[in-house]
């Protein structure tokens, strides 16, 4: 399996600040990655597929890049409807694996 | 716009078989564009995808739980079901059934999911 390791497990980060997020795959997985974000008790949502598209009516100030190992996943100015969790996931190989997620909080 | 929802038993017995269905509405799964899949969250941790079909595919099932999975679609329905047998205390969870594009005839990104469905196994 191909794993994913995020970076950091947490975050806190003041409204405004820039958030930047870290995704390294176990095997080069070329560009297929994709970026959900998950709000307590509720499904996640998918924020960007093949590493930096963003999905139809996310903001814009979340973004993402790379390819091969290692990928970024950035918001440009946290705001607080953005506390969540972030995972990324691989659909280069099955099984599909995700990341073990990152808790962004607000300071 | 697509929906989906799980239902099924939120409690089930150590060793018994657990099952669930998604209903799909706002989307046919006899279309055969999407792949459907069941992906599991563990208490406090991350997420796992057990696995998925399409309308006229075999199903594909996570090797870690391929011995004890059955996954599959009834298009009269439109829904999808899951059934994991003999279930222990490391299969409580959150249930999501959720749907996917396909490109090159694998999932690419899952863009709806129902709502999840906690299932607790337990004596």
């Known amino acids: 399996d191909i794993q994913m390791t995020q970076s950091p497990s947490s975050l806190s980060a003041s409204v405004g600040d820039r958030v930047t997020i870290t995704c390294q795959a176990s095997h080069d997985i070329n560009n297929y990655l994709n970026w959900y974000q998950q709000k307590p008790g509720t499904a996640p949502k998918l924020l960007i597929y093949d590493t930096s598209n963003l999905e139809t009516g996310v903001p814009s100030r979340f973004s993402g890049s790379g390819s091969g190992t290692f990928f970024t996943f950035t918001i440009s100015s946290l705001q607080p409807e953005d506390i969540a969790i972030y995972y990324c996931q691989q659909y280069h190989n099955r099984p599909l694996t995700f990341g073990g997620g990152t808790k962004v909080e607000i300071k | 716009q697509v929906q989906l929802q799980e239902s099924g038993p939120g409690l089930v017995k150590p060793s018994q078989t657990l099952s669930l269905t998604c209903t799909v509405s706002g989307d046919s799964i006899s279309w055969g564009a999407y792949y459907w899949s069941w992906i599991r969250q563990l208490p406090g941790k991350g997420l796992e995808c057990i696995g998925y079909?399409?309308?006229?595919?075999?199903?594909y099932y996570n090797p870690s739980l391929k011995s004890r999975l059955t996954i599959a679609l009834d298009t009269s329905k439109n829904q999808l079901s899951l059934r994991l047998h003999s279930v222990t205390a490391a299969d409580t969870a959150v249930y999501f059934c959720a749907r996917s594009r396909i490109a090159a005839g694998e999932p690419h990104y899952f863009d709806s999911w129902g709502q999840g469905t906690l299932v607790t196994v337990s004596a």
């Open positions: 079909i399409y309308t006229g595919g075999s199903p």
